[in-house]
């Protein structure tokens, strides 16, 4: 995931961001434009110049938008949820997404906070009734916190940073996520259950998970009715995770006995009952609305951009975590032998196509951590024509699923790529040597000295004679090009040999009386 070197990296702001996020990309030689409040239209029509965009919840980043941005090589969302991104179309072109997952957990966690203890005490509705100018003291009976049990959906960063908190004020903590193992949220006092155990005992009960379809209308008609009577319910989080007609109905009957909102299905909510149900506290998306989460977000984007721009990480992807190892001079050595690799298939293979499995196969343990990438890079070879908008390291093996290729792999031996192309199979091995991608063996032909895959190179398969590498040169020569290496197998008969050239020859069809098969690339 490469910016071109030549020209300065650009960058579009659509939303109001902290003025450190413009600094920042700037002293770092990007160059940044910014413009709020653009119609659809008009993002599409200015997207196609920039490589990065940053958006914060506003800007719907769309299918149709990301295939209008045919640079496009990022999208940083500056804040933590991505459901205003279309992630799916986004890998499939190539672009990295990513957030800021812990700039806006502390602002999140106490307006969540905020909205338990205004439940608790009616604060919201009180305030209103002074401004009134009543004074209903008996009409506000609160209850305490102290010794009451508070259930936590989801303990990610902001789950945790809540049962902290609420902890403070002699609260249980219990909760439910299906990753966070038991013993860790063990360690900041939440005991972890199903949510069928956690439900009826809740006094409390807030969500913190991102809108999946798994959490959609987690809280319901069914899972409201299996609460205590009277549960007060808070989402600081997405709009959807509660079903807002379930909870309307519970809030009527009582069986809630009131809500704290901050997000809703719809933004701003057209339908108003739920906003001014008297039990209702509700907050127009304030979760990361604060000086100092924004600031946070805003400067961790630029900050996340500009190392990935250098070569230096990937931090917070949603949809490249196939990146975060390549960060290594070492690594891109590996990544340019596995295209490489998967270009040779490709052009010795290319009138066999389609192609129907890709096996990659290392070596040791300093690659069996790289063994995701380097599928990615033999695809990338493989699969690249050329084009423009092609594969690149984040849409290879989705690119591979679309088109109905199955890529596997394993590290028990030396770096593989093979190809499966009509029930036959075809293999390379390879390896970096003095810092130098080469190429080992050519289906089963073991070359004498390692092939260097750099420059413009020819493969041919021959059965080796006195006559065959004079007769070949001959028609290098002819084509006016010249011949800057040569290597061959190390077995007689037929075997393949590949010779470096100062550029591609115009036709093959010459070498077709001499040789079997023949391939050329430039890698």
Excluded at 100 to 114: M, V
Excluded at 295 to 320: S, T, Y
Excluded at 413 to 434: E, I, T
Excluded at 489 to 497: D, I, K, P, V
Aim: aromatic share 4%; with cysteine; net charge neutral.
């Amino acid at each position: 995931m490469k910016i071109q070197k030549h020209q300065a990296p650009r960058v579009l702001i659509s939303e109001s961001v902290d003025p450190r996020c413009r600094s920042i990309l700037q002293e770092n030689g990007i160059e940044v434009t910014e413009r709020q409040n653009m119609s659809k239209d008009e993002l599409l029509a200015e997207i196609k110049n920039y490589d990065g965009l940053i958006v914060r919840s506003a800007t719907k980043v769309t299918a149709e938008v990301v295939r209008a941005a045919g640079a496009l090589k990022i999208i940083g969302r500056a804040g933590t949820g991505v459901d205003n991104v279309d992630v799916d179309a986004a890998t499939k072109n190539g672009v990295i997404v990513m957030n800021t997952p812990g700039g806006n957990t502390i602002s999140a966690a106490e307006l969540t906070c905020a909205l338990v203890l205004s439940l608790s005490r009616n604060v919201a509705q009180a305030d209103m009734s002074m401004k009134a100018g009543k004074w209903d003291r008996k009409k506000f009976m609160g209850s305490e916190l102290f010794g009451k049990v508070l259930g936590i959906v989801g303990l990610g960063r902001i789950g945790k940073e809540v049962a902290t908190r609420m902890q403070s004020f002699g609260m249980r903590t219990i909760g439910y996520d299906p990753i966070t193992p038991p013993d860790v949220s063990a360690a900041w006092g939440v005991e972890q259950m199903s949510l069928e155990q956690l439900w009826p005992q809740c006094d409390y009960i807030t969500v913190h998970t991102p809108l999946m379809p798994s959490t959609t209308g987690l809280l319901n008609d069914e899972t409201l009715a299996k609460c205590k009577k009277g549960v007060k319910v808070v989402n600081c989080a997405r709009g959807g995770i509660i079903d807002e007609e379930a909870l309307l109905r519970a809030l009527e009957s009582g069986q809630c006995g009131g809500a704290g909102l901050d997000v809703y299905v719809e933004e701003p909510p057209m339908q108003r009952a739920l906003v001014n149900h008297p039990n209702v506290i509700s907050c127009p998306h304030l979760g990361a609305s604060t000086k100092e989460a924004q600031a946070r977000c805003g400067q961790e984007i630029a900050l996340q951009i500009v190392d990935m721009v250098k070569g230096k990480a990937l931090v917070g992807a949603v949809n490249a975590q196939v990146l975060a190892s390549t960060f290594s001079p070492e690594s891109h050595l590996w990544i340019r032998l596995g295209e490489a690799m998967g270009s040779v298939l490709r052009a010795y293979t290319s009138s066999k196509q389609p192609y129907s499995k890709v096996q990659v196969t290392t070596l040791g343990e300093r690659l069996k951590k790289s063994t995701e990438f380097l599928s990615s890079a033999v695809v990338v070879g493989l699969i690249t024509d050329g084009s423009s908008h092609g594969a690149n390291l984040v849409n290879a093996l989705a690119l591979a699923k679309e088109t109905g290729l199955s890529v596997n792999s394993s590290t028990p031996k030396p770096f593989r790529a093979s190809v499966s192309l009509c029930g036959c199979g075809y293999k390379a091995l390879g390896s970096v040597q003095a810092g130098v991608p080469v190429l080992l063996q050519l289906d089963g032909c073991v070359f004498r000295q390692p092939v260097s895959l750099a420059g413009h190179l020819l493969f041919f398969k021959a059965e080796s004679s006195p006559q065959l590498l004079p007769s070949v040169t001959g028609e290098i020569s002819g084509d006016c090009k010249r011949l800057t290496s040569f290597a061959s197998a190390a077995s007689g008969g037929e075997q393949w040999f590949c010779v470096g050239m100062s550029s591609l020859l115009g036709d093959l069809a010459s070498l077709r009386s001499l040789v079997k098969e023949a391939a050329q690339l430039t890698v």
